[in-house]
């Protein structure tokens, strides 16, 4: 099976900055498109950013200029570097990948646990 693992989530004051990182782990054989979503309580899942095994990174309108996103192929990870953040920003992040498994060679939409960011005014 795959796994995705978020790590880097936690409390931030306004103005701050935190580095959400994602590791795809099991039995992969490739890795392609990647991506972190958003979550509020009683709203639904949004696209923050995302990214393709060349490189290629999209962006919500929202958090364009603020947030910078990127991988390491070679480590099947991911990061989100979260820059002057608000309190708008406070949301469960998730880490989404797209995985062809080594066992099955089918791409599947695999999604981590979600990591909490929280931004106090």
């Known amino acids: 099976q795959v796994q995705l693992v978020e790590s880097g989530g936690g409390l931030v004051q306004a103005g701050g900055s935190l580095r959400l990182s994602c590791v795809a782990s099991g039995t992969i054989f490739r890795v392609n498109d990647m991506g972190w979503y958003r979550q509020t309580p009683g709203k639904q899942r949004e696209l923050v950013a995302t990214?393709?095994?060349?490189?290629?990174?999209n962006y919500a309108d929202s958090v364009k200029g603020r947030f910078t996103i990127s991988r390491d192929n070679a480590k099947n990870t991911m990061c989100l570097q979260l820059n002057s953040l608000k309190p708008e920003h406070t949301a469960v992040y998730y880490c989404?990948?797209?995985?062809?498994?080594?066992?099955?060679?089918?791409?599947?939409?695999?999604w981590g646990q979600g990591t909490q960011v929280t931004v106090s005014s």
């Open positions: 990214i393709t095994s060349g490189g290629s990174a």
């Open positions: 989404n990948a797209r995985v062809v498994n080594i066992l099955t060679y089918r791409e599947l939409s695999y």
